[in-house]
């Protein structure tokens, strides 16, 4: 691991922060032009230094006097981190008894070494053509910093023909001033098993500022079934810079869910790997911005194997002069032939200030494929407003109801009911 870090840090020295706009993938959060270009530029990335912002020293935390929820018929394990410190960690005994390994990183360093040596910051040796993607600890600088200076995070392990049928709950907290969250997320599903996680990450007060710089890994092994929820809440006072990967194997099923409600600033890169024939991915995203923030998403869907399929559908909705900008790409590969992508990003703009850029894009070189994208960005429909109004309902309430319906086809395809009603209280959250 030490090795791991020093190879990290001597990459992140030799990286510059990013700050050119000739970078395609930076090039809206270093510098993102407004509705009235012309006139003036947002400088995203104005504010923030690093400096500010230290770890804390995990192997010295001390558990909370926080009550936490004990286990229930819907949770199998839950784990809590505040601070990069481990404050409570639960398992059911049937999920013991199954072998299931879920812990603390840290815990598991001691614990598990040569599960991490195998699969922790994977360079996927093992393929022969080099990711679009890259490494996850060497695709920019931040990237780079989390591989030298990881603290935090867990390792969910599920033996192969093991199937947890209840989810398991993490919940990643800050807490402190000026606090660097470095938390690591390793999820490895073997040989058909079948497992869904669903993580929260949160600010514990409303003004503290806030840096992370985090990371997830998925390893989707053979005919595995693996679900994957992650909601953000920082407060506006976090930066947040994140990458996150899967890797999916022969006729393994992936389904990855992103909501972000949270955070100052928030640059995340996104890929899947679909490098086993037969295997299947969705990428199912949501997001609500409002006031200044600002949130930039890059996705990769690689398609290595033939016979592979993958789907992703973001959906963001804009108030007041929040703006985002998301870039995807499908990538097939000369032998991925009977590939079948699609992707599709809508923003649905609730004032005159917000802004959205959106860039699907394709790189294909395979010749028997389907692959399709599109893209929309436009403000409510007046119409549909007045329908509403028109029968009784406040302006308020007709809002409310547009933007429920906007995000219904996102919501309808997350397989638990528990999270979707999570979901639908941020939104209302957000709206009020």
Known sequence: MRKKRLEAYAHYESLPMPHTTKDDV???????????YWRRTRRHLRGFALEKYYPSDPTNGKPSAEDFNDLDEETAGVLVQVDGHLQHASATETLKKKG??????HTALQEQPELLRTYFMSKAVTLETALKSGNIAQHNKFDALHGAFWQGGYVLHVPKGVKVEVPLRVYIKMSEAEHADLSHTLIIAEEGSEVVILEDNSSTAPNISGFHSGAVEIFA??????TYVQVQHWNRQVWNFASHRAMVARDAKLCWVTATFGGRLNKINQAVVLEGAGCTAQMLGLAFTDARQHL????????????????????TVLKDRSQTAWGGNIYVYPSANHTDAYQKNDNLLLSERAHADTLPGLEIQAHEVRCTHGATAGKIDAEQVFYLMSRGVS???????????FFAPVMERIPLESVREELNTSVARKLE
């Open 100 to 105: 299931v390994y879920f812990a603390h990183l």
């Open 296 to 315: 930039d998403v890059s996705t990769a869907q690689e398609h290595i194997s033939p016979h592979t399929s993958s789907d992703l559908l973001y959906r």
């Open 221 to 226: 092994e053979q005919n595995a079934n693996v």
């Open 395 to 405: 302006y308020a309430q007709a809002e409310k109801l547009i933007v429920d319906g």
């Open 26 to 36: 930076w090039r809206r959060t270093v510098d993102m032009r407004t509705q009235d």
